[in-house]
């Protein structure tokens, strides 16, 4: 089994945890319909359509 030859120092321990808050939230697109914004690839919340085609009443 792999062992690490020497010890992390706390400065590159924490370097690496630090990193997990750099992730984005996801942008937001514009509605074709109704011209909301909604998540991309999903059906829009407002009129429930999605590529032209109603898929929530």
Excluded at 21 to 42: G, I, N
Aim: hydrophobic letters at 30%; a positive charge.
């Amino acid at each position: 089994m792999a062992v690490p030859k020497r010890r992390k120092s706390k400065a590159r321990k924490n370097m690496r945890r630090a990193n997990w808050k750099k992730v984005e939230a996801p942008d937001l697109v514009e509605c074709p319909q109704c011209h909301e914004l909604r998540l991309p690839h999903r059906a829009c919340l407002k009129c429930g359509y999605y590529k032209g085609q109603e898929v929530i009443k």
